[in-house]
């Protein structure tokens, strides 16, 4: 079967780092995605993660470690348009995607 | 990137009526794409994957006769939900991606649709 967690909302503060962490656990393992989601809008994708390590792309930076079955995306400089919904999802041997819950992440002054 | 656009973004229609909504790539083709269903504060749950020239393959708890899926071409894909009720109210996305790309889906832009 098929199971993401990740932290159902964060707040962070504008210009800082925020860390969202996610854990999964699947059958089928093809890539750990990060997708930002403004409400109302589709998702857009952020980052992709098929071996373990770091992928930094800008401010964003994904972080994938297969053994343990977990996953952080770290937002640096955070802006305040950065408030959004923050979507883990896996990529499953079908070539679909299960997505988590999502994080949603507001930025304050 | 790929486009994917999806027709129409919003839509209200009366309790017993049927739906159709529309997503097409626009500048690659996409032999298979895909159906999510989103409510409030709640992920996407992935409905249907739509094969083109071949019936499509449910999620367990989907209903095939409700939530018609015709995938007719390798640009276009369309998602009727039948004899809608309120509680089908939903935000309804569709993906695709790109064959041999695996690395990321591409959206359509998405359909509130409102059942009154």
């Known amino acids: 079967g098929q199971n993401i967690d990740q932290p159902t909302e964060m707040t962070a503060t504008e210009g800082a780092i925020v860390q969202i962490n996610c854990t999964y656990q699947?059958?089928?393992?093809?890539?750990l995605f990060w997708y930002q989601q403004h409400a109302g809008e589709a998702p857009t994708f952020l980052s992709y993660?098929?071996?373990?390590g770091l992928e930094e792309k800008g401010r964003f930076s994904s972080f994938l470690s297969r053994s343990k079955g977990y996953s952080y995306l770290l937002l640096k400089e955070l802006q305040m348009k950065d408030s959004a919904s923050y979507l883990c999802?896996?990529?499953?041997?079908?070539?679909?995607?299960?997505f988590g819950t999502g994080t949603r992440l507001t930025v304050i002054p | 990137g790929a486009v994917v656009s999806q027709h129409p973004s919003r839509v209200i229609c009366k309790s017993g009526t049927s739906v159709k909504i529309e997503c097409r790539s626009l500048?690659?083709?996409?032999?298979?794409m895909f159906w999510y269903r989103q409510f409030p504060k709640q992920s996407l749950m992935l409905m249907a994957t739509?094969?083109?020239?071949?019936?499509?393959?449910?999620e367990q708890g989907v209903e095939k006769d409700k939530f018609l899926i015709n995938h007719a071409s390798l640009t276009l894909s369309t998602l009727t939900v039948t004899s809608a009720h309120p509680e089908d109210s939903s935000f309804y996305i569709c993906?695709?991606?790109?064959?041999?790309?695996?690395?990321?889906?591409?959206f359509g832009q998405g359909t509130r649709l409102t059942v009154v």
């Open positions: 993906s695709a991606r790109v064959e041999g790309r695996t690395t990321e889906a591409f």
């Open positions: 999802a896996t990529g499953t041997g079908a070539n679909n995607l299960f």
């Open positions: 699947t059958s089928g393992f093809n890539g």
């Open positions: 739509s094969n083109e020239g071949s019936k499509a393959t449910y």
């Open positions: 500048d690659f083709q996409a032999t298979t």
């Open positions: 993660n098929v071996l373990d």
